[in-house]
């Protein structure tokens, strides 16, 4: 354990949100975005195309990292049978909010780590409940206007301007800003690396 808790765990992620939600339990990591097309395949439900964004995350970027630890993350919002990704531009960010509005959906968030190796070491999947109050078109146009949805899943940010938006949630706070913290403190200890060693 000791050998394997002395590896760099990698944070395959460009998010700043899972950044900062990873530093949190104190484990020392490195960022190193990977690059894959994000794109529903077809059949593909929520849990199904998480999971396998995370999982080819994480292996794109253990690819280019031998030797290490990544993590792998994705996020998306699911309202009925849809899946809600990133929103192509405003337009398109304002029409996601406006389908939300007095709605419960479903965030749903999928962790793969990959060993060094370079194969799964295991990967999960959360979802959390949320519901939105109902929105007017300018409390949703003045919300786009700042650019926070443009890169959110769902196209908006429970930990930011979209604070006030939510009626209702059921489930995990971290899962929904993008990591499932728990979660991934539980992988991390069953890997060896958490708690972070101490000492020479």
């Given at each position: ?8 765990l990698?944070?395959g ?7 900062r939600?990873l530093s ?10 990977s690059r894959?097309?994000e794109?529903?395949e ?15 995350k ?15 993350s994705?996020t ?8 809600l ?11 996601m ?5 007095g709605?419960?959906h479903?965030v749903?968030?999928a962790v793969?780590?990959?060993g060094?190796d ?13 519901r939105f ?6 409390e949703?146009?003045d ?13 908006y940010?429970i ?6 938006f939510?009626a209702?949630?059921q489930?995990?706070y971290e ?5 499932p913290?728990?979660?991934v403190r539980?992988?991390l ?6 708690p ?5």
């Amino acid at each position: 354990m000791a050998a394997e808790a002395s590896r760099k765990l990698i944070l395959g992620s460009a998010s700043p949100r899972r950044s900062r939600l990873l530093s949190k339990l104190g484990v020392p990591f490195d960022v190193r975005p990977s690059r894959i097309e994000e794109r529903v395949e077809a059949g593909e439900d929520g849990r199904m195309h998480a999971t396998r964004l995370a999982r080819e995350k994480a292996l794109a970027v253990a690819a280019i990292s031998p030797g290490q630890f990544v993590i792998g993350s994705d996020t998306v919002v699911v309202l009925g049978e849809d899946i809600l990704g990133k929103p192509a531009d405003r337009d398109h960010a304002r029409r996601m909010l406006a389908r939300l509005s007095g709605r419960e959906h479903q965030v749903v968030t999928a962790v793969a780590l990959v060993g060094p190796d370079g194969a799964i070491v295991e990967e999960c999947c959360r979802h959390s409940d949320v519901r939105f109050r109902e929105l007017t078109r300018e409390e949703i146009a003045d919300y786009v206007a700042t650019g926070e949805p443009l890169d959110k899943a769902g196209a908006y940010a429970i930990q930011g301007g979209a604070a006030d938006f939510v009626a209702r949630l059921q489930g995990s706070y971290e899962n929904v800003v993008g990591l499932p913290i728990d979660t991934v403190r539980d992988m991390l200890q069953r890997a060896g690396l958490y708690p972070p060693r101490v000492g020479p």
